[in-house]
């Protein structure tokens, strides 16, 4: 897995967040063989927050195993 597409769906709920949504998509490349690379943009959603067109990046851990897939941590910022 060198590169890819994909789509974030957010549901933003938790005690102070009015469920709303944010939405995007993002293309990914691999860094190294331990991180992806993710670029992309807000494509809607109901927050107000991060509207349309809005950057979306994030640098994330890959799987242990990437042919298996499995959880994963990474950090991922909204907004320009």
């Not at 789509?7 to 938790?14: G, P, R, T």
């Not at 670029?39 to 979306?56: D, H, P």
Request: aromatic residues 6%.
């Amino acid at each position: 897995m060198m590169t890819g597409t994909g789509n974030l769906n957010v549901i933003w709920s938790d005690s102070w967040s009015d469920s709303s949504t944010t939405i995007g998509t993002f293309a990914f490349k691999a860094r190294d063989s331990k991180t992806l690379s993710m670029t992309g943009q807000v494509t809607g959603g109901t927050n107000t927050r991060f509207l349309t067109g809005s950057a979306l990046s994030a640098l994330v851990a890959q799987p242990v195993d990437p042919c298996v897939g499995g959880p994963t941590v990474g950090t991922v910022t909204l907004g320009n």
